[in-house]
T-cell receptor, first 115, second 114 residues
């Protein structure tokens, strides 16, 4: 079956530090990959996505590249801000592999940015 | 657009009681999903609908859980009878399609069963 593994948190960084959150996946087909972000008390919001190998998704200074050879989709940002503090979820959708049409999520990484 | 609307935002009930969670998807979205979020298991897909028809309910934990979508603008998730292990945040999401399509999440309903 499909699965997503991401680094455990919490991850605590100082403002303007470089961020990497690792994500690897297992899928039976050829999935689309996503990063969603959840702010306190809110639902999840799409941060970025990539639909095929070597695609780079980017948004709000965050980037992630779809690496099929390493089955990875690591999230990066060059200089984090306090407002980036949230929980980040890596997810996949693998309909073409015959899986369910819903998203398979990682456990989430709680990011804390200190001023 | 108001986004995906869920009600109530918080629900506290006693074990054995019936609980009904409600969701209004974004107008024009053909897919509706119900997820459950817990500390132990993370986010899990419970069931999803396409054009009001349930497509996959393999994630529904047991027969105490049921979901309906009587029309394109309303869905319910019911737990009867509720148990303390059902305590979680329940999210509804909708989308125009699947695969690469973005899912839009509601704010969630935090359910506490005592």
């Amino acid at each position: 079956g499909n699965s997503v593994t991401q680094m455990e948190g919490p991850v605590t960084l100082s403002e303007e530090a470089f961020l990497t959150i690792n994500c690897t996946y297992t899928a039976t087909g050829y999935p689309s990959l996503f990063w969603y972000v959840q702010y306190p008390g809110e639902g999840l919001q799409l941060l970025l996505k990539a639909t095929k190998a070597d695609d780079k998704g980017s948004n709000k200074g965050f980037e992630a590249t779809y690496r099929k050879e390493t089955t990875s989709f690591h999230l990066e940002k060059g200089s984090v801000q306090v407002s980036d503090s949230a929980v980040y979820f890596c997810a996949l959708s693998d309909r073409r592999g015959g899986g369910a049409d819903g998203l398979t999520f990682g456990k989430g990484t709680h990011l804390i940015i200190q001023p | 657009d108001a986004g995906v609307i869920q009600s109530p935002r918080h629900e506290v009930t006693e074990m054995g009681q019936e609980v009904t969670l409600r969701c209004k998807p974004i107008s024009g979205h053909d897919y509706l999903f119900w997820y459950r979020q817990t500390m132990m298991r993370g986010l899990e897909l419970l069931i999803y609908f396409n054009n009001n028809v349930p497509i996959d309910d393999s994630g529904m934990p047991e027969d105490r859980f049921s979901a309906k979508m009587p029309n394109a603008s309303f869905s319910t998730l019911k737990i009867q009878p509720s148990e303390p292990r059902d305590s979680a945040v329940y999210f509804c999401a909708s989308s125009l399609g699947t695969g690469a399509y973005e899912q839009y999440f509601g704010p969630g309903t935090r359910l506490t069963v005592t």
